[in-house]
């Protein structure tokens, strides 16, 4: 492993070709900084799933940058950046979005390509994912109240779905938002007895929105079609994580698209573009908002963790559930995604600990397995069995070379590789880019 420059990574992470970099626990693994870190070396950086509920820090020098919806590789001013169909647009996220990063003196203009197929976000989306919220009491999922699910649920359902193609045309917006504001209002008024929306305002707002993104918007499809034909090299920046994929994440306590598989659904490119997937994994576990979590530390060291990772989250500064890595479930999201390699995240964060834990299977019903349960209940019952290891007490600072890491650190890395049973290729020991090891 060597160390990494800020301004040149090995050749050798060419041989990874067209990259997808997904999460492999609950989100917030560190994917932003992975993704800024390899689009030095590729040519176009796509999101293809999920919307403004994802947030992915990414620091360059001084400077921090807070990702939602744009993908983090609009840092590289040689790298355009791709809203692709299976994104929900908040449109007026986006615009501030865009705007932040351009009084930054970043290249938006003509590095940002957004589908026009994606979905488009509305306020009665963000106040149905409140109110089902608070109407499911202490059921609720957490979510981020972006109004994810409802958009999502309505692109389902197509004929209350408005795509982005839409905004750009009066003709197109008018009868639709008409229709649909008076069937929300009905709809939200008999069950939450909400005060209605006026759809004339939103009309002219999203009309407004629809003219400054025009120059953002084609077809992103034949773009990408047209980049991959030419060989240019494609980077896939996964929103979310594995675990919160609508159909193998952990039930109801999950988001509203897939995750980690879904990306020829969300680009329209086939499955054969794709090269390499990089698995992101932080050294321990956290999950923001309800579910599931067998390793939670909701305890002091819970609490030391969640300190030294500043475990709070990008989008709504939420204080993250924290505790010991997890590798029953990060061998089935590895096997899910069918990751080529590992990036360990955070590595740093575990420096002071006497010991760390791996969990290494669950019991459950009196039995023990290493396979991660289909049924989020279930999965609520699983006792983690752990395998104890010695922790390390110095600090990572000064590592530039993976072979000067701690030996515990190195045997902690080593078990983790063995039992998720994919090569770990980078190794993170803080959040800049220079901070980063790879093999
Ligand atoms: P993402 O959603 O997967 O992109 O992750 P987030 O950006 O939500 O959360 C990861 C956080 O960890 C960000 O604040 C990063 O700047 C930070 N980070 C990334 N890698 C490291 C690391 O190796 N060490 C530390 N201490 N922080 C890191
Ligand atoms: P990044 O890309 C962490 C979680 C929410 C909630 C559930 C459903 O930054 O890793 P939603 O608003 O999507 O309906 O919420 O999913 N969630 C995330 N947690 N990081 C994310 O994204 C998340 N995206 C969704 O906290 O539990
Ligand atoms: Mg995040």
Not at 127 to 138: F, M, W
Request: some cysteine; charged content about 20%.
């Amino acid at each position: 492993m060597a160390a990494l420059d800020s301004l040149s990574l090995p050749l050798s992470l060419r041989e990874f070709g067209n990259t997808s970099v997904v999460g492999l626990q609950w989100g917030d693994e560190g994917k932003g900084k992975i993704v800024d870190l390899l689009t030095e070396q590729f040519d176009f950086a796509i999101r293809w799933n999920g919307g403004s509920n994802a947030g992915h820090s990414v620091k360059v020098s001084d400077k921090k940058y807070a990702f939602h919806l744009i993908p983090s590789g609009i840092l590289r001013p040689e790298c355009t950046s791709v809203i692709a169909n299976g994104v929900v647009i908040d449109p007026l996220k986006l615009l501030e979005e865009i705007d932040a990063l351009i009084t930054q003196g970043i290249k938006v203009e003509e590095n940002l390509k957004i589908s026009l197929a994606a979905n488009v976000v509305f306020p009665y989306h963000k106040l149905q994912d409140q109110l089902g919220e608070v109407a499911a009491g202490g059921g609720k999922i957490g979510t981020t109240g972006r109004g994810i699910g409802p958009c999502y649920a309505d692109k389902a359902n197509r004929s209350t779905a408005i795509r982005l193609i839409d905004i750009l045309d009066d003709n197109r917006l008018k009868p639709k938002l008409q229709a649909i504001v008076a069937y929300k209002n009905a709809v939200f008024a008999a069950i939450y007895k909400a005060s209605p929306f006026d759809w004339q305002p939103m009309f002219e707002q999203y009309r407004a929105c629809g003219e400054q993104l025009r120059p953002f918007i084609t077809d992103t499809t034949r773009l990408l079609h047209t980049a991959w034909k030419a060989g240019k090299r494609l980077l896939f920046e996964g929103a979310n994580a594995v675990l919160l994929d609508l159909d193998h994440g952990t039930f109801p306590f999950v988001t509203s698209s897939n995750c980690g598989t879904g990306l020829s659904v969300g680009t329209g490119l086939p499955g054969t573009a794709v090269q390499s997937t990089l698995g992101v994994v932080k050294a321990y576990s956290t999950r923001v908002g309800g579910g599931p979590f067998p390793t939670e530390q909701n305890n002091p060291l819970g609490d030391k963790i969640r300190q030294r990772g500043n475990e709070y989250g990008t989008t709504t500064g939420r204080p993250r559930r924290c505790g010991w890595i997890d590798a029953v479930a990060l061998r089935y999201t590895a096997a899910i995604t069918g990751a080529t390699g590992i990036c360990v995240m955070l590595l740093d964060v575990l420096s002071t600990f006497d010991e760390l834990k791996i969990c290494t299977g669950y019991k459950v019903k009196g039995e023990t397995t290493d396979w991660f349960p289909a049924d989020a209940q279930e999965l609520q019952t699983a006792e983690p069995v752990y395998e104890t290891v010695k922790g390390w007490h110095e600090s990572l600072d000064q590592v530039t070379f993976f072979d000067q890491l701690p030996a515990n650190a190195k045997n902690y890395l080593a078990k983790l590789e063995q039992y998720i049973g994919v090569p770990i290729k980078i190794v993170s020991i803080g959040p800049a880019r220079h901070q980063t090891l790879i093999r």
